[in-house]
């Protein structure tokens, strides 16, 4: 099941930004042309809010999200003739370096991989709480503020069955 958070609710206010309409069919256009793994599609505006680079050379055609850790490429176009990587993305990205403490995981709220890393068990249901209080409070803003384009909770729940399994083996 795929969560999010950033859903219009009747009493946060909206704003309406010009979103790309992408539709991609053919298989083949949905894998990296790096490392050939299937991209996810993310809106136009969260390529032109992320990229660091001018937005001429962003092309109004579909683009996709590399979540592979040991791609380059965090974006590429439908086509496969575009790629933007790592170093031309305004924020670091958690699924190319998941292993960093000081890459967000929650893009809106500010949540660091490492203030997770360094949380008890009792602090990882705060911080989900904290996150979820935000979303039902209309401050959510994955689909611009997060790379990948989409909520931030399913990377903050995987990580904390992560860190919870870790801890349970070791003890």
């Not at 990205?93 to 997770?116: A, M, S, T």
């Amino acid at each position: 099941m795929v969560e999010s958070c950033c859903l219009p609710r009747k009493e946060a206010p909206v704003f309406k930004l010009p979103v790309q309409k992408i539709s991609i069919t053919d298989s083949t256009e949905n894998t990296c042309p790096v490392c050939g793994m299937k991209g996810k599609v993310v809106q136009g505006q969260t390529i032109k809010a992320l990229l660091s680079v001018s937005l001429r050379e962003v092309n109004d055609i579909g683009y996709l999200f590399c979540k592979t850790q040991t791609c380059p490429v965090v974006y590429f176009s439908s086509d496969g003739k575009q790629t933007f990587s790592f170093e031309q993305v305004r924020e670091q990205v958690y699924q190319k370096d998941p292993e960093n403490d000081k890459v967000f995981i929650c893009y809106c709220f500010r949540h660091k991989v490492g203030d997770l890393r360094s949380s008890s068990p009792q602090e990882h249901v705060a911080i989900v709480e904290d996150i979820n209080s935000g979303v039902s409070s209309g401050q959510c803003a994955c689909d611009l503020r997060n790379p990948q384009g989409s909520c931030c909770l399913g990377n903050v729940r995987g990580l904390i069955k992560s860190l919870e399994t870790k801890s349970t083996v070791s003890t």
